[in-house]
């Protein structure tokens, strides 16, 4: 009796954790446990969430809508969640992650977000005046700059101009750098063959080589959006944290918001993490020559850009549930406590007027409406935070030949839905589910069992790492 009382309790606590127990009959019994030392793993948004959550009765039409906007675009797959005051309200995918391997798109599926990352690297920045390790006004080159590297000022050589640009000027994209010869972040090959390099460059080597180029216009005079700039933004982060920049954000960012299922995505296909989507080309795209020189031709999302190099200006990947967490910890409101003071939530969403880029947002309004784009190929993505409170997130994993200009007509997806079904989405907070940290033991065997009455009992786990 105290046997199968035993299993019964550790069948439900197993089942209450997501743990399959697999039960087979034998005379002479050893089952595979986890034993040992115990470790912490802690759950993700992501682990809960489930397509089924979010078919409610009444939202119907609204679902049809994103399934319209799929089809118009000639999208494989996107995934939407909605947040109102700080509380998910609505996760659902739509379409397909992997439309080859028969995977549907759930709000479990983690897309690359392109720009959407330099939000994140701007939260880090403000953490690091918060910690009193810079200050938006410190000049990032020259002999009292942050980059003070000697391989850095030896290329700006006589071009004193570089001397005069401020973190703030990078946040605000007016550090002086154009496209001129092209975006140096989607550029490789011609970079290889212009500065006569044997492999694609890795930060430094790509940062010594732009800053043998002129200025397009004196710093914090003019604004041009900068790639670059957010990719110096990345090194400022891990010159003056002295860690890399993916462990410092993880650890002072996104942890503490409870993000805890985003990464640095890969470059290929191959590199994919395990709940990451597929992603598409849009109709009408001709392969490209691999970045590296391999003289490969590749889908352009899947070899065509060093995605992993673009670091903090556009390498992370996640969901748009956890996005939405994200956003729930920097925007001042008291719902979900904020992962930065309320100068710096002050700092980040001023506007100054129609020309001026936010600190990390595209675009700031005065009524507190927040935009946040973020497009490449093979993705699109769209942050709108309204004055009401809401926040719309939705991420595709589908080009269109719209290129940056797709953020428009999502936009107008998202205001067509809000005035039809905004009053019909449901009162509660899909952040509530997320459980809390669960132990995990150390894989190991339990001595035979000489009894013919008990089964034998192996737990697995669904968990990507094998964690029970």
């Known amino acids: ?224 959006y900068s790639n670059f700039g957010y990719l110096l933004l990345s090194m400022i982060i891990e010159k003056v944290s002295g860690t890399d920049y993916e462990t410092y954000i993880r650890e002072n960012i996104l942890e503490p918001a409870g993000c805890r299922d985003m990464h640095i995505a890969g470059n290929l296909y191959e590199d994919r993490y395990a709940n990451e989507t597929r992603y598409y080309m849009h109709n009408g795209s001709e392969l490209c020559q691999e970045y590296d020189m391999s003289g490969r031709l590749v889908e352009k999302c899947y070899g065509g850009n060093n995605i992993k190099g673009l670091s903090g200006a556009g390498a992370w990947c996640g969901s748009p549930a956890e996005l939405c967490r994200f956003v729930a910890s920097i925007d001042g409101r008291p719902q979900v406590p904020d992962i930065i003071s309320a100068e710096s939530v002050a700092a980040m969403t001023e506007y100054f007027d129609t020309e001026t880029f936010s600190l990390g947002w595209n675009d700031t309004k005065p009524n507190g409406e927040w935009t946040r784009t973020g497009t490449f190929s093979g993705t699109s993505a769209l942050i709108k935070y309204f004055p009401d409170g809401e926040c719309w997130i939705m991420i595709t994993n589908t080009s269109t030949w719209r290129g940056p200009g797709q953020a428009r007509y999502t936009e107008a997806l998202f205001k067509k839905c809000r005035e039809l079904y905004s009053p019909l989405l449901p009162e509660r907070n899909l952040f509530s589910l997320v459980p809390k940290d669960r132990l995990t033991y150390r894989l190991g065997l339990l001595p035979e069992v000489h009894s013919p009455q008990l089964p034998e009992y192996v737990l697995t786990s669904n968990s990507p790492d094998n964690i029970l």
């Open 1 to 224: 009796m105290e046997y199968r009382k035993w299993i019964l309790t550790a069948a439900c606590a197993a089942a209450a954790a997501g743990i399959y127990i697999l039960a087979t009959a034998s005379s002479h019994r050893r089952a595979t446990v986890m034993s040992g030392p115990v470790s912490t793993h802690v759950s993700s948004l992501n682990d809960t969430l489930t397509n089924s959550m979010s078919e409610i009765s009444g939202l119907e039409g609204m679902d049809r809508l994103v399934g319209d906007y799929l089809k118009r675009w000639d999208l494989k797959g996107a995934s939407l969640a909605v947040m109102r005051n700080d509380s998910l309200v609505f996760a659902k995918g739509y379409g397909w992650a992997d439309e080859e391997e028969g995977r549907e798109m759930t709000p479990r599926n983690i897309l690359r977000m392109a720009s959407v990352s330099k939000l994140i690297t701007a939260t880090g920045i403000m953490k690091l005046q918060e910690q009193g390790l810079l200050t938006l006004h410190d000049t990032v080159f020259g002999p009292t700059g942050i980059l003070c590297d000697s391989i850095y000022t030896a290329a700006i050589g006589r071009k004193r101009n570089y001397m005069q640009i401020t973190v703030e000027d990078l946040l605000r994209h007016k550090g002086g750098f154009t496209c001129a010869y092209g975006d140096p972040m989607f550029s490789t090959r011609d970079i290889i063959r212009q500065f006569s390099l044997d492999c694609p460059p890795d930060q430094e080597t790509l940062t010594r080589c732009m800053l043998k180029r002129p200025l397009g216009f004196a710093p914090g005079t003019w604004q041009r």
